[in-house]
């Protein structure tokens, strides 16, 4: 009966499937994060799950990541998807390493990937990644369906390519190539292994919640549209969900945080088969990290807390004269603290200072320190008179401008986020002052700018 079941599935597999747009080596349900959006990942990819969704976004974990996921495609214990994956952050110009190690199938049919992934900041907020995959498809026959099985047993290499942009704190865009070099599967009646090409935008309309929009491009296979959504409620918790075209399916999940460990979970369901459960899960063991949730209560510092944040340079926003709306765009500021500050300014008067506004209920230590470089109460005296130093300005300069100097992106992060929350560098000493800035760094920097204007 067994050898029965496993029979009629590598024919649905290698008969049935391919007839509507399949072969080997296609998309799986890689991570549960993801799936749990409906696959719409490659615009907001920004931890280990970015190997399969987008390289490019593997730049923006900051510290060694392991993980894993599984799952039972629709309920099935003969067909199963299987994935290990490592990624580790250097902290130079070449940016970050991933590994990984991705297992489809069963005894009769197996594909196997392992993947080697890059990724790097291009140019100033845009991030490159790209894969190097080498494929192997695995058929042991049997007796009973030989006959059906042409391909024979395979391997070869090929590439992805993906790209990130950043425009700003809230919108961000991603596209991603899979499968470029287009290889051919198997040696007899060899087929082209399928190429796919994605393209999605993310959007972040209020704290904690991130919405995103994929389109989706198979050769010689109409567009896929895909939809998904990530709420963090709290910060060990966040729900998610999401919408795909063809076939129509709609997925949910969830996830939870404890220290330094993420547990995920994924619910694919299928108009015709059974329902997939995916899951996953990963640890950040370095500094900082991705998901910008997490808050390591055992350091003082802050984490970093992903590269649009890190480069947020747009208009502060007045406390005072600010409406409902523009209020809630700021981080962790929902519709009911952000009508609190109203009442409380228009009970109490104009706040007089940016600090003032822990005085409302809801707005702790914390979450001012996350927010409080985006603020400003309108007063000129408020403001900080930056200076502008000669050969190379430390406050003007981004990311792309340090790592060319040849300064570490890691410090470069830390310095454009001091400045930030500072107001500006007022003076090269200061420099000693960032924490996790190094020593060489610094150096190299002095040596860059001639004087202080």
Do not use: C
């Not at 005894?107 to 845009?126: A, G, P």
């Not at 993906?162 to 425009?167: L, P, Y």
């Not at 009646?189 to 389109?215: H, I, M, R, W």
């Amino acid at each position: 009966m067994k050898n029965i079941i496993k029979i009629v599935i590598i024919l649905f597999i290698i008969i049935n499937i391919p007839q509507s747009g399949y072969t080997a080596f296609s998309e799986k349900f890689n991570g549960a994060r993801p799936m749990a959006m409906g696959g719409s990942f490659a615009p907001m990819a920004d931890d280990i799950n970015a190997i399969y969704y987008n390289p490019a976004g593997l730049i923006s974990i900051t510290g060694l990541s392991v993980g894993g996921s599984f799952l039972q495609y629709y309920n099935m214990s003969e067909l199963q998807n299987f994935t290990v994956s490592l990624a580790y952050p250097t902290d130079t110009a070449f940016g970050a390493f991933g590994a990984s190690y991705h297992s489809y199938g069963y005894s009769l049919y197996t594909e196997t990937e392992m993947v080697f992934t890059h990724s790097l900041i291009l140019l100033r907020n845009i991030k490159f990644g790209y894969n190097l995959k080498y494929l192997t498809l695995s058929l042991n026959p049997d007796p009973a369906i030989t006959p059906v099985i042409e391909y024979g047993s395979d391997s070869f290499m090929t590439v992805d390519v993906g790209v990130q942009a950043d425009f700003d704190r809230n919108f961000s865009a991603g596209a991603y190539a899979m499968n470029v070099t287009s290889p051919m599967i198997g040696k007899n009646n060899a087929e082209e292994s399928d190429q796919k090409f994605t393209f999605g935008v993310a959007y972040k309309p209020a704290g904690g919640l991130t919405t995103t929009l994929s389109f989706d491009k198979a050769i010689e296979d109409d567009y896929q549209i895909r939809a998904g959504a990530e709420m963090w409620v709290y910060r060990m918790l966040a729900l998610r969900g999401g919408i795909q075209s063809r076939p129509f399916n709609f997925t949910f999940g969830a996830g939870l945080n404890y220290n330094v460990v993420y547990i995920d979970y994924a619910l694919v369901h299928n108009s015709l088969l059974d329902q997939s459960h995916i899951f996953s899960i990963s640890m950040m063991l370095g500094k900082g990290l991705t998901r910008d949730i997490f808050i390591d209560k055992k350091k003082k510092e802050k984490p970093i807390t992903g590269v649009t944040e890190v480069y947020y340079t747009g208009p502060k926003i007045n406390i005072n004269t600010a409406t409902l709306d523009e209020l809630t765009e700021l981080p962790r500021i929902g519709p009911k603290t952000a009508q609190r500050i109203i009442e409380d300014r228009n009970a109490k008067g104009p706040f007089k200072s940016i600090q003032d506004l822990t005085r409302v209920k809801g707005i702790g230590p914390k979450t001012f320190d996350k927010m409080k470089h985006m603020l400003t109460v309108g007063k000129d005296e408020d403001v900080k008179e930056i200076p502008r130093f000669k050969g190379f300005d430390l406050n003007t300069a981004q990311m792309k401008d340090f790592v060319d100097k040849g300064v570490s992106p890691l410090s470069a992060i830390k310095i454009i986020k001091y400045r930030e929350e500072k107001g500006g560098i007022t003076g090269l000493d200061e420099l000693n002052k960032i924490e996790g800035v190094k020593a060489e760094d610094i150096e190299k920097i002095r040596k860059l700018v001639e004087e202080v204007k």
